[in-house]
């Protein structure tokens, strides 16, 4: 069976305004990849596009070998369970404890009893050195700490795959470190992680390959040790922003 997730010639756009043109990207298993563009060219639309939040207008998302625009919805929910996301805020449910949060996804799919979904929230939540946070409510914890939740609520199902958005945003140095570092461990561990920032030090940190995405299309992908060395004006405009760049980019 073939795998890794893909995207072949993928345009999207939204109220008439385009936001991918022809989008290409594999990630192949046990390749962990990063996708880095501006604020606001689209990255977190591709991870919404992989999941399944939003549709193509044209091209094709294919998941291990399958087309997920013909297969059914219940083929499609099956499918995705091999992909976790960690979303830019987190997404933790205010009004759930931190273990209920982690094993909200487990409870919903009905597949486990509660006794084996309370082993699998404590041992993820031990991985992470949150365990003693089981009965805590998302407004007792710090940023970092809610990042950190939320990696254990991806991880619970034991996806092949997992996304993260921006995952950096909003942390101090020592927050940042831990993100990278848990990424790293999910990569020792056999996952497959695809990352979409504008954290280069984090990129660098984490990733073997990089996409660069600039006005709707893929202008680079590859190893990231030729990203600085890329023949690329848009590359280099946003590795060394000039007197040029200036308000020119706005985030949206």
């Given at each position: 069976?073939?795998?890794?997730?893909?995207?072949?010639?993928?345009?999207?756009?939204?109220?008439?305004?385009?936001?991918?043109?022809?989008?290409?990207?594999?990630?192949?298993?046990?390749?962990?990849?990063?996708?880095?563009?501006?604020?606001?060219?689209?990255?977190?639309?591709?991870?919404?596009?992989?999941?399944?939040?939003?549709?193509?207008?044209?091209?094709?998302?294919?998941?291990?070998?399958?087309?997920v625009a013909k297969i059914s919805e219940r083929e499609f929910?099956?499918?995705?369970?091999?992909?976790?996301?960690?979303?830019?805020?987190?997404?933790?449910?205010?009004?759930?404890?931190?273990?209920?949060?982690?094993?909200?996804?487990?409870?919903?799919?009905?597949?486990?009893?509660?006794?084996?979904?309370?082993?699998?929230?404590?041992?993820?939540?031990?991985?992470?050195?949150?365990?003693?946070?089981?009965?805590?409510?998302?407004?007792?914890?710090?940023?970092?700490?809610?990042?950190?939740?939320?990696?254990?609520?991806?991880?619970?199902?034991?996806?092949?795959?997992?996304?993260?958005?921006?995952?950096?945003?909003?942390?101090?140095?020592?927050?940042?470190?831990?993100?990278?570092?848990?990424?790293?461990?999910?990569?020792?561990?056999?996952?497959?992680?695809?990352?979409?920032?504008?954290?280069?030090?984090?990129?660098?940190?984490?990733?073997?390959?990089?996409?660069?995405?600039?006005?709707?299309?893929?202008?680079?992908?590859?190893?990231?040790?030729?990203?600085?060395?890329?023949?690329?004006?848009?590359?280099?405009?946003?590795?060394?922003?000039?007197?040029?760049?200036?308000?020119?980019?706005?985030?949206?």
């Amino acid at each position: 069976m073939e795998r890794g997730l893909k995207m072949q010639k993928v345009s999207f756009s939204f109220v008439g305004r385009g936001i991918l043109e022809e989008f290409d990207l594999c990630l192949e298993p046990g390749v962990n990849r990063t996708i880095l563009g501006m604020s606001g060219v689209g990255k977190t639309t591709i991870l919404k596009l992989l999941l399944g939040l939003l549709k193509p207008d044209s091209g094709r998302i294919v998941i291990d070998g399958t087309d997920v625009a013909k297969i059914s919805e219940r083929e499609f929910i099956r499918l995705r369970k091999k992909i976790a996301i960690v979303f830019q805020g987190s997404a933790l449910f205010d009004s759930m404890t931190v273990g209920e949060n982690v094993g909200y996804r487990l409870l919903e799919e009905r597949e486990l009893s509660e006794s084996e979904i309370e082993k699998i929230v404590l041992e993820k939540l031990s991985m992470l050195g949150l365990e003693h946070a089981i009965d805590h409510y998302p407004a007792e914890l710090s940023g970092g700490m809610k990042k950190r939740v939320a990696v254990a609520r991806a991880l619970a199902a034991d996806p092949e795959y997992v996304l993260f958005d921006e995952p950096t945003t909003g942390l101090d140095p020592i927050g940042v470190y831990n993100i990278q570092r848990l990424i790293l461990m999910l990569q020792e561990q056999g996952k497959t992680t695809l990352m979409v920032t504008h954290d280069l030090e984090t990129a660098y940190a984490v990733s073997e390959r990089f996409s660069f995405l600039h006005e709707r299309r893929l202008l680079f992908d590859g190893p990231k040790d030729d990203f600085a060395k890329a023949d690329i004006p848009a590359v280099q405009e946003f590795l060394k922003p000039t007197e040029q760049s200036l308000f020119r980019f706005d985030s949206e």
